[in-house]
């Protein structure tokens, strides 16, 4: 069974930074792209960031920039580096894989960013 299971989220102040971490179990790591989503208060769910196999990514435009996606293969993890948070970040971040045409989701690690 896939699980995924993301930490690292909190309050942080706009320009601070966080780390997001989303460990995976139950599938093969390394051939998995893995994809961070968001989903504000009232919004739909929105992609953030997506890291390939290869490791070539690619980024909303809205954190381009600030937001840096990457993968360890050998710790089945993959991590988001959100730098210079404003508050229009804040929202629960979700961790997504796709396996033989199932979805996975993680928990949801919620960030909160204070003006």
């Known amino acids: 069974q896939v699980q995924l299971v993301e930490s690292g989220g909190g309050l942080v102040q706009a320009g601070g930074s966080l780390r997001l971490s989303c460990i995976v179990s139950g599938t093969i790591f390394s051939i998995n792209a893995m994809t961070w989503y968001r989903q504000a208060p009232g919004k739909e769910r929105e992609l953030v960031a997506r890291?390939?196999?290869?490791?070539?990514?690619n980024y909303a435009d809205s954190v381009k920039g600030r937001f840096t996606i990457s993968r360890d293969n050998a710790k089945n993890t993959v991590y988001l580096q959100m730098n210079s948070l404003k508050p229009e970040d804040t929202a629960v971040y979700y961790c997504?894989?796709?396996?033989?045409?199932?979805?996975?989701w993680g928990q949801g690690t919620q960030v909160t960013v204070s003006s």
């Open positions: 997504f894989t796709r396996r033989n045409y199932m979805d996975y």
């Open positions: 890291i390939f196999s290869g490791g070539s990514t």
